[in-house]
């Protein structure tokens, strides 16, 4: 009642949180507006109704627009609050004065003023950054109706206006990929195909020159195949030395990272931008292609002026590029199907088979020319089904016609397996034909009707001379054989695999691809009358899967299987056979026959190019999958910074009663949970942040053996196994261990009854050609062997598969073996898993072995001592308010004095103002300049000052390994530590504490 009292009659304004504490606590009786006592009722009414909206708002008061804001503006001041408070709105946003200025005078006219997503360029951050805001303003008008300020409503839309840009960039994007893939997917050239794609990406992209180029096997010469360029470039088709552009192409290309130039005479030495300067390229986005390890081809997008690369343009080139030799691989894939179909086709030649296929729904036909022949039809005359019926005899037209039309009947579906005779078309020449196929039906209609078609004429007249044999034998045999013999040859040289056989499985006729082939098959020779399944005795399994196949054949079955055949030991090949029935003159089965074809070599090229496709597909989807939980693992180590150091100075400090401690160490239990979470999962997306040095394993493993033993009972046996002599890996000795204990306990859980669980150490070498995924070198391998339940091979499969485990529901994340395989991978090495159900599992993690001796690890420093001596100051850069705030705090607790700064641009300036700076502490990853840049140049100018790099993840492989570097988040100790190892550990007495 007493606050709402003085409000009424205009001695306090209530409420406003932190911005209406402001104004109630700034003295502004020095400001042109007076006490707030004196203040014009419209002012004070005005004011209280900002503080309580939620909206960010504003009173710009008379004619100089003294601002007075809430908590809402406050916000979007940034670091210009609350010095903005009660300062002149044209001085506090210098960069926005003539906006603000028409805003002004405007509501001095009494007018209001709406703005919708107004962009503006502030520089609340010692930058400029462009913002765009709704803005809306109000006139304020005195009792007697004059205007007299404005209220106004302020809205950043930032974020949003940039998600749209975004949005509408993503689907730029696969607007072009969608038009490009439909314009090349009916290319059959792999030339023709990157031709349009070079052209379509810089038109879209508006640019000068787009090529694509194939590595030569040295890895440095390549060979641009052909590029699009604008007419005022030149085209830079040759071939060229990748070393002759510079270190930073070599360097990037070679690691299968895009190399990226914005303008190669201010960015790369002056003779390699000449190469580039040679050909007219100034800018350039290249894109590797590396397959199997190797740097296979490149595609590029080069303007010949300076151009600063978007993301945009980025990830465009970088879809063409994986796209573009998707679909040369598919180009490639269809020359070797459309080779084989020509072998084919070659076959079918060699046997004089003729193909032939009706449209029974259109009623049109294909005959090739060899079916044309059997009609006595020119080669290039058309044809009709009209031309098939009056081909035929017509003592044969009635029976061929109720053939085909059942072949054609849907609810009869018949075999069309007929002997005609037909009358040339165009010669008038009598021929046999031996037609057989078969009809394709949809639901109750037939669509097409496809078979062969062989000319039996010699064959007809071979049978009619045997009945004619008694009057004219000789003379009849002679024909006969000679008829026979021009059959048998034409068999005889097929590359076509013919087999034919008698119900008892003999072989009754083969040719010479058959009898090669067997003879390779199952290293014996098939002779004619002899049984297939007898001389395949000795090997009974592929004694029976020739019996299986061909019993099909002898039961009366016709088809075509594709299946592999052959004796491993000699060759196993896959064969497309097509199994018909052998019949008499009377029409009764004989045996069966098999006309085959090897196809081996293409099924080989369309499984290559599937595992191609599923490799890609599974690259991609652990690359996102990793991305995203490095980017999550990294946020989380900021939150989680200013949460595990404050607790630690809680529970350092001993604050409040035992309940309360008790609380506050269950909290700092839960943070160091959560901080291993985090490692782990920076361990499986490969970023957690490294300092590999060359640490001592038998140390490492000794003490780990002892801190199992402690907790595992007296049911497990822990032996360890390390050699007096040891050299040391080069490893992260804190990763290392965290990842030891993980397979330690791992092992230990294994065992719920008992057991004995090995830990040893050993030094192995991986010799050059030795089958193995590990480069060649000589490697330190720590094993942890249990005698456990064992895996099965599923599990072992899996074992290493992120969120993968066999423990029960809450009692492990699944990240324990991910971890040490992602961190074996960062570190050059990597795992081996060996197990079986019942015996155990023994895990070995493989380092790369250091050339130099271990290095001591640091020693703890007392913290009493450490807290009463004065350190000198310290420059502390963070761009997380809260986390810099934390690390300020633990520095004043070691001693230092603290100078904060948000940004790396902020540290430089402040620098000059620092003569007895003793070191600098900065976080990596800021916007604008990161902090291995800021570190560089505070060393230009101050070489001998120490610097420390505190990360979450950070880009690892941009930090200089002699950097020392903190890994978040961090408690006090290891802060001490880390400025340890900075060599900054020299104190001076610090007088506030000693006195």
Known sequence: MDDAKQCLDGSALVGGGRAGDAIRQMDWGSTPLGPIGSWPAELRANVQTMLASPVPMAVLWGPEGILIYNDGYAAICGPRHPTALGGKLLEVWPEAADFNARVIAAGLRGESLSFHAQELELWRHGRAEQVWMDLEYLPIRNGKGQPIGSLAMVFDITQRVLAERRLAQSEELYRFLDDLGQTIAGLHDADELLAVTTRMVAAHLGLSNCAYADMDPDQDGFTIRGNWHAPESPSIVGHYSLADFGK????????????????????????????????GITAT?????????????LMAIHDRKPHKWSSYELNLIREVTERSWAHVERVGAEA????????????????????????????????PPRVRAMFGILPDVPVSMQDYYSGLHPDDLEQTSIAYAAAANPDVRAVYDVEYRTIGKDDGIVRWVAAKGRGVFEGGRCLRLIGTAIDITGRKKTEFALRELNETLEARVAEGVAESKLLADVVENTTAIIFVADHQYRWLATNKAGTK????????????????????????????????????????EEFTLLDEFGDGKLSKRWFELNFNVLRDAAGRQIGAYQIAYDVTERLAEQRRLSDAEEQLRQSQKVEALGQLTGGVAHDFNNLLTPILGSLDMLVRRQIGNDRERKLIGGALQSAERARILVQRLLAFARRQPLQPTAI?????????????????????????????????????????????LNLSVNAR????????????????????????????????????????????????????????????????????????????????????????????????????EANDAPVPLPKLVDGATASLTHRGTVLLVDDEDVVRSSAAHMLDELGFDVVEASSGEAALAALDRMADLKMLVTDHLMPGMDGVELARRVKLIRPELPCLIISGYADVEGIVPGLPRLTKPFKIEELREALAATGSDQSEPRAELLS
Request: glycine share 10%; charged share 20%; with cysteine.
């Open 285 to 297: 986005i290249c894109m590797p292609l590396v397959k199997d390890g190797r740097l296979a081809a």
């Open 696 to 740: 001592d394993v038998k140390t490492l493993v000794t003490g780990m053996g002892e801190l199992v033993s402690s907790t595992t009972g007296p049911q497990v046996q822990v032996v360890i196994d390390a050699p007096e002599i040891l050299p040391a890996a080069r490893a992260d000795y804190n990763q290392v261990e965290m990842a030891l």
């Open 517 to 556: 082939a067997f003879e390779q098959l199952y290293g014996v020779r098939p002779v004619i009358g002899a049984s297939m399944l007898d001389v395949l005795d000795h090997l009974p399994e592929h004694r029976e899967h020739v019996r299986r196949t061909w019993s099909r054949a002898l039961a009366g």
């Open 336 to 367: 070797n199907l459309r080779a084989s179909e020509e072998q084919l086709r070659l076959a079918i030649d060699a046997a004089e088979i003729g193909l032939w296929d009706v449209d029974a729904v259109a009623g049109t036909l294909f005959w």
């Open 749 to 848: 859980d294994a065992m719920p009854t008992g057991g004995t669980l090995r830990i040893s150490a050993s030094s192995r070498e991986v010799s050059t050609g030795a089958q193995s995924d590990l480069k060649p070198g000589r490697y330190v391998t720590i094993s942890v062997a249990d005698t456990g339940e064992g895996m099965s091979a599923e599990t072992m499969a899996r074992a290493i598969e992120p969120f993968f485990s066999t423990k029960g529901m809450g009692q492990g994340t699944g990240l324990g073996l991910s971890m040490v395989h992602g961190l074996a991978q960062q570190l050059g090495g990597g795992i081996r898993i060996f197990s079986r159900l019942g015996e155990g599992t023994n895990v070995e993690l493989w380092l790369p």
């Open 248 to 279: 930073l192409a070599v360097q990037e290309l070679s690691a299968g990272r895009p190399l990226i130039i914005n303008d190669n005479l201010k960015e790369i030495a002056p003779e390699e931008a000449k190469t580039f300067q040679n050909i």
